[in-house]
């Protein structure tokens, strides 16, 4: 397996040279997760891939322990060593745990706190943040490289079961950080609201102004009041290819 090593923002990261590598919908999410109150002391990042979402976080936010759940051996792999290689052995703890099982994310979260993480991190986090496969199994061109399709295409994780598994996690009140596909708005509000989520914060983005909306960007809080903000879009590119000066903060350019 033939890594690179990329910078981004302020961390390192390992990544297969070819394979299921971090695009710019986890810098968007990094990016939305928007706090007004009191900073987290606990996050999970579910399907977390090779860590960037979490570290960043946990850059991010430096009083707060991470831990970051991946089922694929070999994206796990990489998201353990990249908790080293930025330094954040202290705060940040990876395990390898089917997000379509409750009682498998339980034991393995049991088994890391008897080896190595910090006692509180079973306890109900603060925020949840996934950037989870949005296309069905059925659409789409499925790609030949494994890693890369279970990233992309339902084949080991549904909504429901994304959305379950945050609910389980998150306190009461907590928050819940999520990218997804904007032909499946109403289907993703409906199975938070189902799960017991309230949406309150909604933000599409556009690759360029007068493009449908490719991605979007949601907030949900377990058990929180009604009222959904919708936010000022995000476009990526200018008419001239540039990036926009958003995405360019974004990107720390």
């Keep these: 397996m033939t890594l690179t090593l990329d910078s981004i923002r302020d961390i390192k990261l390992y990544q297969r040279e070819r394979g299921y590598r971090f695009s710019m919908d986890a ?14 002391a606990r996050i999970a990042d579910l399907g977390a891939g090779s860590g960037v979402i ?20 070999g ?12 330094g954040l052995e202290n705060r ?9 099982c409750i009682d498998s994310i339980k034991s393995a979260m049991e088994g890391a706190q008897a080896v190595s993480a910090p006692p509180d991190v079973p306890a109900g986090f603060d925020i949840i943040v996934s950037n989870p ?3 069905k199994a059925v659409s789409g061109r499925i790609c030949q490289d494994k890693e890369k399709a279970a990233a992309r295409h339902e084949l080991t ?9 945050a609910n389980y996690l998150v306190k009461d009140k907590g928050r819940f950080f999520m990218v997804y596909h904007p032909e499946r708005l109403l289907e993703a509000l409906d199975t938070l609201r189902a799960a017991g989520f309230e949406p309150k914060r909604l933000q599409f983005v556009h690759g360029r102004e007068g493009l449908p909306a490719k991605m979007m960007l949601i907030e949900a809080v ?5 009222g959904l903000a919708i ?23």
């Design 27 to 40: 810098l968007l999410l990094f990016d939305f997760v928007r706090l007004n109150s009191k900073k987290p």
């Design 54 to 73: 979490g570290l960043l976080l946990a850059k991010k936010y430096e009083n707060a322990r991470v831990c970051l759940i991946e089922l694929q051996d």
């Design 75 to 86: 994206l796990f792999s990489l998201s353990l060593r990249n908790i080293g290689l930025n």
């Design 92 to 100: 940040v703890i990876a395990i390898k745990a089917d997000i379509n």
């Design 133 to 135: 496969p949005f296309r």
């Design 157 to 165: 994780m549904s909504l429901l079961a994304l959305v379950k598994a």
């Design 222 to 226: 377990k058990g929180g009041r009604h």
């Design 231 to 253: 936010e000022a879009p995000v476009f990526i590119y200018n008419a001239d290819g540039g990036y926009t000066p958003r995405a360019g903060s974004i990107y720390e350019l």
